[in-house]
């Protein structure tokens, strides 16, 4: 009985002294002089228009990586080809690198002085330091969640159905959307959910592509660094809340969709 | 799974392509690229710009950070009409890299547009006591400053230490010995002027190195601080470029900054202007050992010394910081 | 079932299922190498640029070095501690029962929902300077290890949580009444079982831990040899114009982050072998 409690104990309290008290802090300085201020805060029109590119760019991105999410998902696990091993590697690279990193590798290829740079800049075509290597870069960070969410369910699920429907006359579009994804659709839910949530707080490589154009480039997380180097504490800690509270939102509809065997 | 992975890539295609078009600018729009600390003083600027004949309807982009981040920015391929850096050397990089035209300089103001000193930050009731640069290597004084190899205004800091001990008759050993001390008790290098006095202001250090327009910009932000300026310190210039084949509203608005209602402006900012007309206005204190980094050799010289990244002695310094 | 009552509706002529897939297929590996594999490759590229003597020269420097080694000594500690806590906190959601158990778990997901630079924001408002208890960090490498254990909370909890839950208890039982003591019975049956899982997620975590960017770059101060992570020097090498630099740093730290992951995978197997 003393362990059970002992346990509760610690790893609560490991949550709350990691967790709970810094984010309740800054909720609560958020909302210590009023809602006003911290509404007009979020309002400006540079925080609006921060907040604004951010679902833009989520808006491109997790489409992109839905489509091609589950078309990755597909070819790994029911086609065999060559090098099929090494395009499950590529899809998990992302996790393993920094985001800074990705930043960096954008610039190497887009930048004026990249691979891409002179072509780009003869044809006056921006894509460092302006929306389309944003785009790339958050593409980039957030592409693994909806494989990896897909392929293990469609392991699972194995061919069978489609077998079937084939064999009944089925074209493979038709055995696509009336058999597979129905069967994969709360993996592809799942994998959306955790994609738009990387898509929303991402930081590292935007940072380094951005360029920082005020009102231009600045993505929501761009700004709460802006507004805490601005000396506007009040302006950084309220958008932090309206992201804590998307990622809120997010965390319900993660619990939502969770494959049911992972928690009770 | 064929004609949907083809939408998706169409899709994702145009949305690049529009972006990116829309970014290209044609006449009647400026980009400014900044250092990270005239923020304030731009958001005056641009209106009243705008409101001359010249300004009408000119729309502007800007970019504030680290004088040398922006600057390696546009070496990048950051789009910039007018760069505004914290030290010359910033747009010696442009020059090299045949953004800017080499006679950028050639005019009254050898391309300087403001002026400003470096300052030491103190907080409320000064504690230690702190009045001079000897007083900076005291045991136990925390020093706050920026990275010198990314801010231009560490870079400004430096100098003036270094150059207040050589004004005060010490040899150039003993002033780079001085340097060495002083940066142990540095406690913080952020990447440029803005994020150091965040980080002074948020409690940290004892005395932060600063420029005077930053001080004040503090304290007119309520912040408890004040500045004084030690008796000997270095004159900083901060150069404004137009960039090659930038917008003819460009120029205008370099004129505009050099103009006395610009100037007016900067000066009610806390910098010191440099039409002799406008400083009249102000009264900015003069220091008696003011000197300026034409005495120290210029940046050009000063640059390769102490701030190239390998063999600069900024850098030997900063190595033997890790010990 | 609905869907084979489905499939016999369609009518038409059979067709072979992979007439149209390799189109697909072949289009989402061009996505595939276009955003992840281009960059990369100009990446290594550049990181090469100057042959290995330039390479081992970018990383060979002394901040390099010093940022390289704070960056994997604080990986391994949060990864440790990750282990342990993360393991708790699963035994506490799966095997204890208490008011407000769903939202514990819900908010065990919180740190990789927020975005890293909200969630450096919020430890710097409590462990920081301004601090309203009185603990400051900022500044330390203590304010590191902060940083990176608030982000890497969930890998470990997500993949002990549903092996805890297929665990068999009739054997933890059975050893029960047969005399052992609780720390036996965790320690002989439960915990064999555990550590493949374990693993998984210390591996996911060390891999976060070693590019964290945003959240360690509010509350550290960056200090050259003593609070720089390497995330923090490729970004000042970035914009320092030394992009070759920043490019053999990033190549070796990403060949650091695939060696280990390797290794602890082969770990893991071996465990899952020699475990139950």
Same mark, same amino acid.
């Given at each position: 009985m003393a362990a059970r409690y002992g346990l509760r104990v610690v790893g609560l309290g490991y949550l709350a002294v990691l967790l709970v008290a810094p984010v309740g802090l800054v909720f609560w300085r958020t909302f210590e002089h009023g809602f006003s201020p911290a509404w007009h805060a979020v309002t400006t029109h540079d925080a609006r228009h921060?907040?604004?590119?951010?679902?833009?760019?989520?808006?491109?991105?997790?489409?992109?990586?839905?489509?091609?999410?589950?078309?990755?998902?597909?070819?790994?696990?029911?086609?065999?080809?060559?090098?099929?091993?090494?395009?499950?590697?590529?899809?998990?690279?992302?996790?393993?690198?920094?985001?800074?990193?990705?930043?960096?590798?954008?610039?190497?290829?887009?930048?004026?002085?990249?691979?891409?740079?002179?072509?780009?800049?003869?044809?006056?075509?921006?894509?460092?330091?302006?929306?389309?290597?944003?785009?790339?870069?958050?593409?980039?960070?957030?592409?693994?969640?909806?494989?990896?969410?897909?392929?293990?369910?469609?392991?699972?699920?194995?061919?069978?159905?489609?077998?079937?429907?084939?064999?009944?006359?089925?074209?493979?579009?038709?055995?696509?959307?009336?058999?597979?994804?129905?069967?994969?659709?709360?993996?592809?839910?799942?994998g959306v959910v955790l994609t738009t949530a990387r898509c929303l707080g991402e930081f590292g490589a935007v940072s380094v592509v951005s360029g920082h154009l005020v009102g231009r480039?600045?993505?929501?997380?761009?700004?709460?660094?802006?507004?805490?180097?601005?000396?506007?504490?009040?302006?950084?800690?309220?958008?932090?809340?309206?992201?804590?509270?998307?990622?809120?939102?997010?965390?319900?509809?993660?619990?939502?969709?969770?494959?049911?065997?992972?928690?009770r | 799974m064929k004609a949907i992975s083809v939408i998706a890539a169409a899709g994702v295609a145009a949305?690049?392509?529009?972006?990116?078009?829309?970014?290209?600018?044609?006449?009647?729009?400026?980009?400014?690229?900044?250092?990270?600390?005239?923020?304030?003083?731009?958001?005056?600027?641009?209106?009243?710009?705008?409101?001359?004949?010249?300004?009408?309807?000119?729309?502007?982009t800007q970019s504030y950070g680290a004088s040398g981040d922006q600057a390696q920015a546009v070496v990048n391929g950051l789009h910039?009409?007018?760069?505004?850096?914290?030290?010359?050397?910033?747009?010696?990089?442009?020059?090299?890299?045949?953004?800017?035209?080499?006679?950028w300089n050639r005019n009254r103001w050898h391309g300087m547009v403001t002026r400003s000193v470096v300052v030491f930050v103190l907080r409320n009731g000064n504690p230690k006591h702190i009045r001079d640069w000897s007083d900076l290597v005291k045991p136990g004084v925390q020093v706050v400053t920026p990275n010198p190899f990314t801010s231009g205004g560490a870079r400004w800091n430096v100098m003036a230490a270094y150059g207040a001990l050589r004004r005060e008759g010490k040899s150039d050993k003993q002033a780079i010995a001085y340097l060495n001390k002083?940066?142990?008790?540095?406690?913080?290098?952020?990447?440029?002027?803005?994020?150091?006095?965040?980080?002074?202001?948020?409690?940290?250090?004892?005395?932060?190195?600063?420029?005077?327009?930053?001080?004040?910009?503090?304290?007119?932000?309520?912040?408890?601080?004040?500045?004084?300026?030690?008796?000997?310190?270095?004159?900083?210039?901060?150069?404004?470029?137009?960039?090659?084949?930038?917008?003819?509203?460009?120029?205008?608005?370099?004129?505009?900054?050099?103009?006395?209602?610009?100037?007016?402006?900067?000066?009610?900012?806390?910098?010191?202007?440099?039409?002799?007309?406008?400083?009249?206005?102000?009264?900015?204190?003069?220091?008696?050992?003011?000197?300026?980094i034409q005495k120290l050799g210029g940046w050009a010289k000063v640059e390769k010394r102490f701030f190239d990244p390998k063999s600069g002695i900024m850098a030997k310094i900063e190595a033997g910081l890790g010990k | 079932m609905a869907s084979n009552a489905a499939a016999a509706a369609v009518v038409g002529s059979p067709r072979p299922l992979r007439v149209r897939a390799p189109v697909a297929q072949g289009l989402a590996t061009m996505y595939l190498g276009f955003v992840v594999l281009l960059p990369l490759a100009a990446l290594v590229w550049r990181s090469t640029r100057a042959g290995g003597h330039g390479f081992w020269a970018a990383v060979s420097a002394p901040e390099a070095v010093a940022a390289l080694r704070l960056t994997l000594v604080a990986a391994v500690i949060v990864a440790a501690i990750n282990a342990v806590m993360g393991t708790v906190l699963a035994w506490v959601l799966v095997r204890d029962r208490f008011v407000g158990?769903?939202?514990?778990?819900?908010?065990?997901?919180?740190?990789? +929902?927020?975005? @890293?630079? #909200? +969630?450096?924001? @919020?430890? #710097? +408002?409590?462990?920081?300077?301004r601090s309203p208890v009185g603990v400051s960090v900022a500044f330390t490498r203590g304010a590191v290890v902060l940083a990176l254990l608030f982000v890497t909370l969930p890998f470990v909890v997500r993949t002990v949580q549903p092996t805890l839950l297929e665990l068999d208890v009739e054997m933890e039982e059975a050893a029960a009444s047969l005399g052992a003591g609780r720390l036996t019975v965790f320690r002989r049956i439960v915990l064999p079982n555990l550590v493949p899982a374990i693993l998984s997620g210390v591996a996911l975590a060390y891999a976060r831990a070693i590019?964290?960017?945003?959240?360690?770059?509010?509350?550290?101060?960056?200090?050259?040899?003593?609070?720089?992570v390497s995330s923090v020097y490729i970004y000042g090498q970035i914009q320092s114009g030394a992009p070759g630099t920043a490019a053999a740093v990033s190549v070796l730290l990403l060949a650091i982050s695939l060696a280990v992951l390797l290794l602890i995978g082969a770990v893991r197997r071996w465990a899952w072998r020699h475990g139950s």
């Amino acid at each position: 009985m003393a362990a059970r409690y002992g346990l509760r104990v610690v790893g609560l309290g490991y949550l709350a002294v990691l967790l709970v008290a810094p984010v309740g802090l800054v909720f609560w300085r958020t909302f210590e002089h009023g809602f006003s201020p911290a509404w007009h805060a979020v309002t400006t029109h540079d925080a609006r228009h921060a907040f604004w590119l951010t679902i833009l760019i989520a808006l491109i991105a997790v489409p992109a990586n839905t489509v091609f999410g589950v078309a990755l998902a597909l070819a790994i696990v029911r086609r065999r080809f060559p090098g099929k091993g090494l395009v499950n590697a590529v899809v998990d690279l992302p996790l393993a690198l920094s985001p800074v990193v990705v930043g960096l590798a954008l610039l190497l290829l887009y930048g004026r002085l990249g691979w891409f740079g002179p072509f780009l800049e003869r044809h006056a075509i921006h894509v460092v330091y302006a929306l389309p290597s944003m785009i790339l870069a958050t593409i980039f960070v957030s592409l693994p969640f909806v494989v990896r969410e897909v392929v293990p369910v469609l392991r699972e699920i194995g061919t069978e159905q489609e077998q079937a429907a084939s064999t009944l006359g089925a074209s493979s579009f038709q055995t696509l959307v009336r058999i597979t994804l129905p069967a994969i659709r709360w993996a592809i839910a799942y994998g959306v959910v955790l994609t738009t949530a990387r898509c929303l707080g991402e930081f590292g490589a935007v940072s380094v592509v951005s360029g920082h154009l005020v009102g231009r480039t600045e993505t929501a997380t761009l700004y709460v660094q802006d507004q805490f180097e601005g000396f506007d504490l009040t302006g950084a800690y309220a958008a932090s809340v309206l992201l804590a509270l998307i990622a809120i939102g997010t965390l319900v509809a993660m619990n939502a969709f969770r494959p049911k065997e992972e928690t009770r | 799974m064929k004609a949907i992975s083809v939408i998706a890539a169409a899709g994702v295609a145009a949305g690049l392509l529009l972006t990116s078009a829309g970014a290209a600018t044609k006449g009647g729009s400026i980009s400014l690229v900044a250092y990270s600390t005239p923020k304030d003083a731009y958001a005056q600027l641009i209106p009243a710009f705008q409101k001359t004949k010249a300004g009408k309807g000119v729309s502007f982009t800007q970019s504030y950070g680290a004088s040398g981040d922006q600057a390696q920015a546009v070496v990048n391929g950051l789009h910039a009409d007018v760069v505004a850096f914290s030290l010359e050397p910033d747009v010696t990089t442009l020059v090299k890299a045949h953004l800017v035209s080499p006679s950028w300089n050639r005019n009254r103001w050898h391309g300087m547009v403001t002026r400003s000193v470096v300052v030491f930050v103190l907080r409320n009731g000064n504690p230690k006591h702190i009045r001079d640069w000897s007083d900076l290597v005291k045991p136990g004084v925390q020093v706050v400053t920026p990275n010198p190899f990314t801010s231009g205004g560490a870079r400004w800091n430096v100098m003036a230490a270094y150059g207040a001990l050589r004004r005060e008759g010490k040899s150039d050993k003993q002033a780079i010995a001085y340097l060495n001390k002083l940066f142990h008790h540095v406690v913080s290098q952020d990447k440029s002027a803005r994020e150091a006095l965040q980080t002074f202001l948020s409690g940290r250090g004892d005395v932060m190195l600063a420029y005077e327009n930053e001080a004040i910009l503090a304290q007119r932000k309520n912040q408890p601080v004040y500045y004084l300026i030690p008796k000997s310190t270095i004159r900083i210039e901060n150069p404004v470029a137009v960039t090659t084949g930038a917008s003819p509203a460009a120029r205008a608005f370099v004129a505009f900054l050099h103009s006395a209602k610009g100037q007016t402006i900067f000066g009610r900012n806390g910098y010191r202007p440099v039409l002799r007309s406008v400083v009249k206005k102000f009264d900015y204190p003069v220091r008696p050992w003011l000197f300026t980094i034409q005495k120290l050799g210029g940046w050009a010289k000063v640059e390769k010394r102490f701030f190239d990244p390998k063999s600069g002695i900024m850098a030997k310094i900063e190595a033997g910081l890790g010990k | 079932m609905a869907s084979n009552a489905a499939a016999a509706a369609v009518v038409g002529s059979p067709r072979p299922l992979r007439v149209r897939a390799p189109v697909a297929q072949g289009l989402a590996t061009m996505y595939l190498g276009f955003v992840v594999l281009l960059p990369l490759a100009a990446l290594v590229w550049r990181s090469t640029r100057a042959g290995g003597h330039g390479f081992w020269a970018a990383v060979s420097a002394p901040e390099a070095v010093a940022a390289l080694r704070l960056t994997l000594v604080a990986a391994v500690i949060v990864a440790a501690i990750n282990a342990v806590m993360g393991t708790v906190l699963a035994w506490v959601l799966v095997r204890d029962r208490f008011v407000g158990q769903g939202v514990v778990n819900a908010l065990i997901d919180l740190p990789f +929902a927020l975005p @890293t630079i #909200v +969630a450096g924001l @919020t430890l #710097v +408002a409590l462990y920081g300077p301004r601090s309203p208890v009185g603990v400051s960090v900022a500044f330390t490498r203590g304010a590191v290890v902060l940083a990176l254990l608030f982000v890497t909370l969930p890998f470990v909890v997500r993949t002990v949580q549903p092996t805890l839950l297929e665990l068999d208890v009739e054997m933890e039982e059975a050893a029960a009444s047969l005399g052992a003591g609780r720390l036996t019975v965790f320690r002989r049956i439960v915990l064999p079982n555990l550590v493949p899982a374990i693993l998984s997620g210390v591996a996911l975590a060390y891999a976060r831990a070693i590019g964290e960017f945003g959240s360690v770059v509010l509350i550290t101060g960056n200090l050259p040899f003593k609070t720089e992570v390497s995330s923090v020097y490729i970004y000042g090498q970035i914009q320092s114009g030394a992009p070759g630099t920043a490019a053999a740093v990033s190549v070796l730290l990403l060949a650091i982050s695939l060696a280990v992951l390797l290794l602890i995978g082969a770990v893991r197997r071996w465990a899952w072998r020699h475990g139950s």
